[in-house]
């Protein structure tokens, strides 16, 4: 078994105190340095994505997670 790790993303509400339910990016790594590079550059584009005003009203932010999953070599 050799492992990898999936990117998930969620789009957080600070003022709200929530997050929604993750969405998995379709990305996977070998490792967890690889996932988590990729997850900040990420974040960053999608804030600057969405409208300054929304991300200032709602005080969104965005998390991510590197979840590892163990593949069968074949």
């Excluded at 050799?2 to 957080?12: A, D, Q, R, T």
Aim: hydrophobic share 35%.
């Amino acid at each position: 078994m050799i492992s990898k790790y999936l990117l998930i993303i969620y789009l957080c509400s600070i003022s709200a105190q929530q997050c929604d339910s993750g969405m998995v990016t379709g990305y996977s790594f070998p490792d967890h340095y690889d996932c988590a590079v990729k997850g900040y550059e990420f974040a960053q584009e999608a804030i600057q994505k969405m409208e300054r005003e929304l991300v200032n009203k709602d005080r969104l932010a965005v998390k991510f997670e590197c979840k590892e999953v163990k593949v069968s070599k074949t």
